[in-house]
């Protein structure tokens, strides 16, 4: 914090405590923990973090965060950083987006602030940036150490210009540790949207037909990068199916060029195949079954009542094809199947029929669904049970015995839970985001999926908060997107929250190789950080001695 009574005089500038304020142009700069959201009415100094060393693991990352406050407006500035050790790194501008309301039956206690307000998001790749005078704006650093780096520490320095001005220069020192982040196990999906339609109201993909395919890659590069492992695909939507007398023949050759683009980035180990039941509208409206049906000697997409005798009849068609292609293409053992999203009320005999469809044509492969718990789980027609956290709190036993026969547990997060469970809305601490893998490790799931990962609105930066189910439900911020449109890179911009998923999802990994060495060590340690499942470490610098205790047993 500044220290009113212990000024100094540095190198042209005023050192209060740790911040920089300079006099032309008058720009306090000092760091704060990235678990912390800084927020545009911050005054000087608020959340600042003494020097010290951040601890990284080898083959993994670590964020800092540095709160710039002028005066006056600077109209360009640029950081840039200068770190030893070949260790990799990214300067990032902090942007800002509105809330309008809390998450339902959240207490403010749970929320960093409440809404409505500005809250920090987004990050922005910009050599240079805008400041606007009397206002915070965070600057964010990811650090990378290759599984190469020589443990130890590496001093570094962040300078700060306006314009051609050098206005401060901030040491800082990252520690990496002997311990190396392993192969990942744990499977992450977000579920993106990519239908050409809704990618071309926020990219330009007029004149050329690859534009699509080149900002797909792009994405699927930032995905990768952040260590998404699985990726929803729409085979059907991916599917050319022409006829052929009478009956339907199919190409997949757009579905492979989707797949090889998210497997050179490093984001489908996991290949999920999208549902086979759909509903008209909202949450409870009818079932339908999206399906290719011939109509006078032509192949049309319909949506099919799933009594309808020619959806049963597609089934049997598409997916014995669709299970044959990825068999001669060597990825039938990464598949699996979603059925539906969520079965729920009177349908799960209609979920049992259709399973028993897909099993049948396409034996071995495994369905996959998030599980709605008024369905009882559906037992073991589904293979991959993904119950919703918040709703499983008295289901463990009944998990842990279609684990011990064979099944997978992974779990998920949407618009539920609120309360004090975690999630990754905008306006909940980082910690909260953070631990979510720690949760995984804690409670023995092997995999995460959550539902927004860009479902826009219409203006992101301008709107956080889709509407749903035919007008009747608004999102909590962020609940529907963790990524942002960058159409002038053609691809999506990371937001702090993602960030701190990836290096949350880098210690579960840590925590995994731990418990190989001392498995009551690491267990002991996820229950420090979650003693039980509302109740867990909710200060950042709690958390940061876990994470250093983390580093020290993965070693």
């Known amino acids: ?18 911040i920089l304020a300079w006099a032309s142009p008058r720009i306090s700069i000092w760091q704060v923990d990235s678990l912390i959201k800084v927020f545009p009415d911050d005054k000087t100094g608020t959340n600042e973090v003494s020097r010290q060393p951040w601890a990284i693991a080898r083959n993994g990352h670590t964020s800092l965060q540095f709160a710039v406050r002028p005066d006056d407006a600077v109209e360009k500035l640029e950081v840039t950083i200068e770190l030893r050790g070949g260790l990799k790194t990214t300067v990032r501008r902090v942007g800002y987006v509105p809330v309008r309301s809390d998450p339902p039956k959240s207490p403010a206690d749970e929320l960093i602030r409440g809404a409505p307000g500005r809250f920090p998001d987004p990050l922005f790749e910009e050599a240079s940036f805008r400041l606007p005078g009397n206002e915070t704006t965070a600057v964010w650093i990811t650090v990378f150490a290759s599984a190469g780096t020589k443990p130890g520490s590496y001093g570094g320095r962040a300078v700060f210009k306006a314009g051609k001005q050098k206005v401060a220069t901030l040491p800082f020192e990252i520690r990496v540790a002997k311990a190396t982040v392993p192969k990942q196990t744990l499977l992450v999906t977000n579920w993106f949207t990519f239908e050409e339609e809704r990618l071309g109201r926020y990219y330009d993909l007029d004149g050329s037909p690859e534009r699509y395919w080149e900002v797909l890659g792009n994405i699927a590069r930032v995905l990768g990068e952040h260590r998404q492992n699985v990726i929803l695909t729409p085979v059907l939507d991916l599917t050319v199916a022409r006829e052929n007398g009478g009956r339907v023949s199919y190409d997949f050759s757009r579905l492979d060029r989707f797949i090889e683009i998210f497997e050179k980035a490093g984001a489908a180990g996991v290949i999920e195949g999208g549902h086979l039941l759909s509903r008209a509208s909202g949450y409870n409206s009818p079932l339908i079954v999206p399906a290719f049906v011939v109509e006078s000697g032509e192949v049309k997409r319909a949506a099919l009542d799933p009594d309808d005798p020619r959806a049963e009849a597609h089934v049997n068609s598409f997916l014995p094809a669709l299970y044959a292609h990825l068999k001669e293409k060597g990825r039938l053992d990464r598949y699996v199947q979603h059925v539906l999203d969520e079965a729920h009320g ?18 071995g492969v495994k369905t996959i669904d998030a599980i709605d718990q008024t369905a009882g789980l559906l037992g073991e027609a589904c293979d991959i049970w993904v119950p919703q956290l918040g709703r499983f709190d008295d289901a463990f036993d009944a998990i842990r015995r279609h684990v011990e026969k064979g099944g997978q547990a992974w779990y998920y997060t949407c618009l539920y839970p609120q309360g004090r469970h975690l999630n990754r ?39 956080t908060q889709p509407i749903i189910n035919a007008g009747h439900d608004l999102l909590p911020a962020g609940d529907a997107f963790l990524t942002y449109p960058w159409k002038e890179g053609k691809s999506i911009h990371s937001s ?36 039980e499942l509302t109740g867990y470490v909710r200060d950042a610098a709690a958390f940061r001695k876990l994470q250093a205790e983390l580093l020290t047993i993965a070693e």
């Open 425 to 463: 809305f905008i306006q909940q601490p980082l910690v909260k985001t953070r631990l979510l893998h720690w949760f995984n490790f804690r409670y023995g799931f092997t995999g995460f999926l959550h539902w927004g990962g860009n479902y826009w609105t219409e203006d992101p930066y301008a709107d």
């Open 1 to 18: 914090m500044i220290k009113p009574m212990c000024f100094a005089r540095v190198a042209g500038c005023l050192l209060l405590g740790g």
């Open 496 to 531: 702090i929250r993602l960030e701190a998923m990836m290096e949350g999802i880098e210690d579960y990994e840590l925590l995994k190789s731990a418990a190989v060495r001392n498995e009551g060590k690491a267990g002991r340690l996820a229950r420090s950080a979650i003693p």
């Open 346 to 363: 009177a349908e799960p005999p209609v979920y049992m029929r259709y399973v028993g469809l897909a099993r049948k044509a396409m034996p």
